[in-house]
């Protein structure tokens, strides 16, 4: 006899075709239902969608409920947790999956404790690090609805194991986190009907059966309801109220009869997955990018600095702004799939959250520049947050009365400087009248770049000094010959087209770079394309260019129009109605292994996606992209792109795919990948890299698009028009190509790192006071600036550095590395501590796992294709 467990629970979008504040009324009143309905034995058990946030913001208003939801939850009636969000696992860090799990675990603590459950039951797909996220919190049980085909198993029990050996005992609930709630409200038929889809393919007696959905209220008659049902299908079914802890518990005894699959899960065989969502609302996935990687690289490194020269880490600060952004990182808020509405009050966390974090850092580097012994006036002092040395050039502003200038390193050893830019700016009381300004209150704002080294979280000094003779390092603008170089790469341009010459390789790659532009009829969810389309492929065919060319940066940019239909019907009619401005530029920094590729246009056309190209003649079947702790192999072709339909699945297998940092494809000769500042989206046709810049569309949700049939997506009884969603106006995007013989997947994610981490700096002065929004305002010294430890250099690891954190009670600084190799091991990683300290490994929750002792050599041991390892070390 099957037994059905039935799980009460809700799911609580925080967000959606409603605002926060909409769904956070029907969450008061829902939650005194929760508690109502537990404390009068009207349920046994409730569990609260897993996510900590929403009691998070209802506790904001009512404080005095914490105790009741302690005891509940200690009673083992109330399930909360382990998550702070519902969030998405393909297009956020892996580093924000991580802190979502940590800030939703440190907050159970005080509510009676979390339920151990990797609980995602409506993420858009299922990334293929999660067993070792998982793991590494001591979780060892999960629970899923998309993404999972037919074909990879059909039991909807199985383990579920990463590359590095991890894995979870997983619950498929194949039939939606909703499935129960014919239970409650179906007619008997329809109850048997559902009693039945759900015990199909279980692997065991044990069926899980969630009731409950979208911001459902409490279902007060289930113990009659099933009490009703067991009386009319007793024979067959067993049905009782029962929660996740107890389910996997029983189906642990049976873990022999189980199989075990590998990898992630994106098909949209059974349950949609949007696999192109990952490129909607692209100006809030590029902010959550560029705070996402402050936050990690810049920010919590940059505090511990100031912690140990004694500006003391403010966490609450540091978890109030990481909230921010996971509240974004939920599966529909970070999907963009939103009324304009909510995807405002979206915008409005991301400009507090970015707010919050910039002036962090602008204040943090002022008082510790101000407070450093012997500091001086034009003294400019540059941070390295990052823990290997840093060698690329640093491209800076600098403010000085003089028109010229020079810079000196602190053995008064003038440092080589290329002047990109400078502008004459007015310092004195602005006037109605430019003639009433006073010419001896004019500074200059100069933009120069220069190398000099860094070593890993430390900063370092030049002085900024007059330059009496001529300029060093003139400008050259050189019209004639359209190309820019450095010692790797010389890129040309001619007639519309680029052509790359790769030195090392001796080959030249022509017409390597262009654009495309195509109809996008789907929705916020997905890309489809248009009923009648028209595909444009753009060249860069203008003859506005210029070139800059120095020591340090080389720069070719090129200015031009696209002239493309203004939307659908002029696209289907093939009238050309609408001009799109750009400006294209491309650098070259000394040494630099990247292309780096700036992107700037004023979107003035509707219903529509551009890609920019890259051409290669790398022949393979597949494709690589970062993952959150590792990388994913992908096929170019999906082996059910041309059955689908047949097949009768939700959504077209199109081999759109997400990339978090980059994409890659290789071959024996050459290796190519692009990475981007806040591009989540690549598709491989044909040995090109399509990269998805943007894609505007009108509606919330369509329905019977070609790429998805039937009922809309979001809200099936209506349209919902997001005219923002078309992303009109001035958009920019940044992107980097790196052109090299293999791929080496660490080498890359490092690069990502130098490319898209700027170093901090200030420069003492009092010409310009509006650097930054709180640069006019004095601020005060520290009495005794510390002197800074010395860190380890991870300069020459073959793995992947992660994060460096400081563990939640203050006393160890937390190094998080992996080895993203989906097939080779590292082995014998050391690292050298400046003095002998005492050692240890953790979790990714910064519990013990194994105590080293004290050590000044850390051998880090071996890692496995995968592995990620978090070295603790005692401050
Ligand atoms: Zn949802």
Redesign the pocket.
């Known amino acids: 006899m099957k037994k059905i467990h039935v799980v009460a629970h809700t799911?609580w979008?925080r967000e959606?075709y409603f605002s926060d504040n909409e769904a956070f009324i029907q969450f008061s009143y829902h939650m005194d239902e929760v508690i109502y309905a537990l404390e009068k034995n009207e349920l046994d058990y409730y569990y609260l969608d897993g996510q900590l946030s929403i009691i998070d913001d209802y506790l904001k208003v009512y404080p005095e409920k914490e105790t009741k939801i302690k005891e509940l939850v200690e009673a083992n009636k109330l399930f909360i947790g382990p998550w702070y969000t519902?969030m998405d696992e393909f297009v956020v860090a892996g580093e924000s999956v991580v802190k979502n799990l940590q800030i939703g675990i440190d907050m159970s603590k005080r509510l009676g404790g979390h339920t151990s459950l990797g609980y995602l039951p409506?993420s858009f797909g299922q990334g293929k690090d999660m067993p070792k996220i998982y793991n590494g919190f001591g979780i060892t049980d999960a629970v899923f609805w998309r993404g999972m085909p037919n074909e990879v198993t059909k039991s909807r029990e199985f383990y579920w194991a990463a590359e590095d050996g991890s894995k979870v005992l997983t619950i498929n609930i194949r039939n939606g986190y909703y499935a129960g709630v014919a239970l409650v409200e179906g007619e008997l038929y329809q109850k048997k009907a559902m009693l039945e889809l759900v015990s199909e393919d279980s692997a065991t007696e044990i069926v899980t059966l969630p009731v409950g959905g979208?911001q459902r209220a409490v279902d007060r008659d289930l113990k009659a309801i099933i009490q009703d049902v067991n009386e009319q299908f007793g024979t067959e079914y067993k049905i009782e109220e029962s929660n996740y802890p107890h389910i996997f518990n029983l189906l642990r005894e049976k873990t022999n009869e189980l199989p075990t699959v590998q990898g992630e899960f994106m098909s949209g065989s059974v349950s949609k997955i949007h696999r192109s969502i990952y490129s909607s609302r692209y100006d809030l996935k590029k902010l959550n990018d560029t705070i996402e990687n402050r936050l990690i690289f810049q920010l919590e490194p940059l505090m511990l600095m100031a912690d140990d020269l004694g500006i003391p880490f403010k966490r609450e600060l540091l978890d109030y702004i990481w909230k921010l952004l996971l509240k974004n990182h939920a599966?529909?808020s970070i999907g963009g799939c939103n009324t304009d509405k909510t995807n405002e009050m979206i915008l409005a966390r991301y400009k507090e959250a970015d707010q919050l974090s910039y002036s962090t850092i602008d204040y943090l580097v002022r008082k510790i520049s101000e407070s450093i012994q012997g500091i001086k006036e034009n003294d400019l002092i540059l941070f390295n947050t990052l823990p290997y040395t840093r060698t690329d050039p640093y491209v800076v502003e600098v403010s000085t009365k003089h028109e010229k200038i020079r810079l000196f390193d602190e053995m008064n050893n003038e440092v080589d400087s290329q002047i990109l830019s400078t502008e004459k700016v007015y310092a004195g009381e602005v006037r109605r009248s430019e003639s009433d300004y006073d010419e001896a209150k004019y500074y200059y704002i100069h933009k120069v770049s220069f190398r000099k080294e860094t070593r890993p979280l430390g900063y370092t000094i030049v002085t900024v000094k007059e330059q009496t003779g001529s300029n060093s390092s003139v400008i050259a603008l050189n019209v004639e010959d359209k190309h820019i170089e450095n010692e790797l790469y010389k890129i040309s341009f001619s007639k519309g087209k680029f052509s790359i010459l790769v030195k090392n390789q001796g080959k030249t790659y022509e017409n390597c770079l262009y654009m495309e532009e195509s109809g996008d009829e789907g929705d916020t969810y997905d890309y489809s394309p248009a009923y009648h389309d028209k595909v444009y492929q753009l060249n860069f065919d203008t003859t506005d260019i210029t070139v800059q060319t120095g020591a340090f940066l080389s720069t070719m940019t090129l200015n031009g129009q696209w002239s493309l239909p203004k939307d659908l019907h002029a696209r289907k009619v093939g009238e050309i109605n609408v001009q799109i401005d750009y400006t294209f530029t491309l650098s070259l920094s000394k040494d630099s292994k990247r292309i780096d590729m700036n992107v700037k246009l004023n979107n003035q056309a509707m219903d529509h996606r551009m890609r920019l190209v890259v051409k290669t003649p790398v022949k393979t079947q597949v494709s690589y992209a970062d993952t959150l702790f590792g990388i994913v192999e992908r096929n170019n072709q999906d082996p059910h792109i041309h059955d689908w339909k047949k097949l009768g699945w939700k959504e077209e297998p199109t081999e759109i795919y997400p990339m978090i940092h980059y994409s890659t494809i290789h071959d024996d000769t050459s290796s190519w990948s692009i990475m981007s500042k806040g591009i989540k989206e690549y598709q491989v046709i044909d040995s090109s890299l399509y990269i998805t810049l943007f894609r505007g569309v009108g509606f919330l949700g369509r329905p019977e698009l070609l790429r998805r049939p039937g009922d809309a997506s979001g809200n099936q009884y209506r349209y919902i028009p997001t005219p923002d969603s078309q992303l009109l106006g001035n958009l920019e995007m940044a992107l980097s190509l790196i052109i090299t013989d293999d791929f080496d997947p660490a080498m890359i994610q490092k690069e990502y790192q130098i490319y898209s981490v700027t170093s901090p700096y200030y420069q003492v002065q009092t010409l310009n006071r509006f650097t930054n929004p709180i640069q006019y305002f004095q601020s005060n010294k520290v009495d005794q600036l510390n002197s800074l430890k010395e860190f380890i250099d991870l300069n020459n690891s073959k793995l992947v550095f992660s994060v460096l954190e400081l563990s939640r009670d203050g006393q160890w600084v937390n190094i998080r590395l992996y080895n993203p190799s989906l097939t080779e091991a590292v082995t014998n990683e050391k690292i050298t501590l400046a003095t002998e300290s005492t050692v240890r490994f953790v979790d990714l929750n910064g519990d013990l796992l194994e105590s080293l002792g004290k050590l000044k050599e850390v051998s880090l041991g071996s890692f496995k294709p995968g592995e990620i390892k978090t070295v603790s070390i005692q401050r």
């Open positions: 799911h979008d959606w519902q409506d979208d599966h529909d």
